[in-house]
């Protein structure tokens, strides 16, 4: 297995969409990258050239223009509004769900394209499961426990009112075969996780 789809998003012929794996060669001549920094700055992006700008979501309008992030272990989150035809991708960690990184990509999309979250298609991405996430104590708040990525964020969304969200069951520190964990094999490798608006 190369790279992964979202039932959800397949729907749409107007974009393209990949969750890529450790075996995946893409080219990603046509996808805007950032330095991602485990924040909640949401980068709006209106061109293919962006330089080092530190962010851990962007989103667009633009035709053409891919969006990609890079992931091993944290969560990728793709976002598409089909209504005002606008995309959106987040990078979120520990870090990055307490900051309400994904929250903040729905509100920035809402600013700059009149989305509205009910129409919101989202695909949330492979990740580390809640077994095998255990964080201290200043991430659950005075209680060393397990943290669920996935489950988190999308009860974020769904306060919003998103409603169509679908979660690929892959958990990446069991699935090295397929994806790369930071936590089980250190720094290893990256996997790309990318979103693009064709039509």
């Known amino acids: 297995m190369r790279i992964l789809h979202f039932d959800n998003l397949s729907k749409f012929p107007q974009i393209k969409h990949f969750v890529g794996t450790r075996h995946d060669k893409s080219n990603l001549s046509d996808y805007v990258t950032v330095k991602q920094v485990h924040g909640d700055n949401v980068l709006v992006v209106k061109s293919s050239s962006v330089g080092e700008v530190k962010a851990d979501a962007m989103i667009t309008n633009q035709r053409g223009i891919g969006l990609v992030i890079r992931v091993a272990d ?3 989150i793709m976002f598409y509004d089909p209504t005002k035809n606008a995309i959106g991708i987040a990078h979120a960690g520990w870090r ?3 900051k309400k990184i994904v929250a903040k990509t729905v509100a920035k999309m809402r600013d700059e394209f009149e989305t509205n979250p009910e129409d919101l ?3 949330i991405g492979p990740s580390i499961c809640v077994k095998h996430y255990e ?5 659950l708040f005075g209680a060393k426990g ?3 990525l996935r489950a988190a964020n999308k009860i974020q969304l769904e306060k919003l009112g998103v409603k169509n969200i679908e979660i690929m069951p892959y958990c990446t520190y069991e699935r090295t075969d397929l994806f790369y964990s930071y936590r089980r094999e250190g720094k290893k490798g990256m996997i790309t996780t ?3 608006i064709t039509g």
């Open 194 to 196: 990318g979103i693009l």
């Open 135 to 139: 964080v201290d104590e200043a991430v």
């Open 96 to 98: 990055g769900t307490l």
């Open 74 to 76: 944290c969560v990728p």
């Open 146 to 148: 397990h943290f669920d």
């Open 121 to 123: 298609v989202i695909g």
